[in-house]
């Protein structure tokens, strides 16, 4: 008898832990720079489950570390072993978590936020592990003022041609200038001559 009590307990409990499932609501997020996004996982519930046995952790992670994005340890939040990234960016909410929706509201994304996603769900009645990805672009302003300063190749034509524009009617004003000048020296020299020319022939 009490060998039949051990093997459905026994039972039990290995089809409990093999039902219980984690998912993601959605596999990929995109987002922009300076801008927010919600993380979300489901999770299998049973009735009377007792959250003091409730473990979450998830962090991010990418080829260079892994951060810890959120964390709860038997059923309490523990802010303290989040990540320094995302002090004061990340709120979960607490209503939904009973009904085994794990739902992370991440703020002010930052660029270095992207990665994957991994979030693992520990209970008395089984755990899983299940990812996401989140890719973060850069703000549009910052694509603007982060472009070279200095021209394309292919721009160089129309830079010659537009510096040309410019030096085109001043170089023609400085040349008739220098012509003027030139005919006016040249009218004073002839004048000269001719006046001198005048003075030998009467004396």
Not at 52 to 75: K, M, N, P, W
């Amino acid at each position: 008898m009490i060998c039949r009590i051990l093997l459905l307990i026994i039972l039990n409990s290995c089809l409990c832990a093999a039902t219980f499932v984690v998912n993601v609501t959605q596999s990929s997020y995109q987002a922009e720079e300076n801008h927010n996004v919600t993380l979300e996982w489901t999770f299998t519930t049973t009735p009377g489950t007792s959250w003091t046995h409730l473990f979450i952790r998830c962090e991010l992670t990418t080829d260079h570390r892994a951060s810890v994005l959120y964390q709860v340890h038997e059923g309490v939040e523990v802010s303290e072993s989040q990540d320094q990234q995302f002090a004061g960016r990340v709120q979960s909410d607490k209503d939904v978590l009973r009904e085994g929706r794990l739902r992370l509201h991440v703020s002010r994304l930052r660029p270095e936020d992207s990665g994957l996603y991994l979030c693992e769900v520990k209970t008395d009645y089984g755990s899983s592990v299940q990812n996401c990805r989140l890719s973060v672009s850069a703000a549009a302003d910052q694509l603007h003022t982060r472009r070279p300063l200095t021209p394309e190749p292919g721009n160089h034509t129309w830079i010659y041609l537009f510096i040309g524009l410019i030096l085109t009617p001043a170089a023609v004003s400085l040349v008739l200038k220098l012509k003027k000048s030139y005919y006016r020296k040249k009218k004073g020299q002839q004048s000269y001559r001719n006046s001198r020319l005048n003075q030998r022939i009467r004396t």
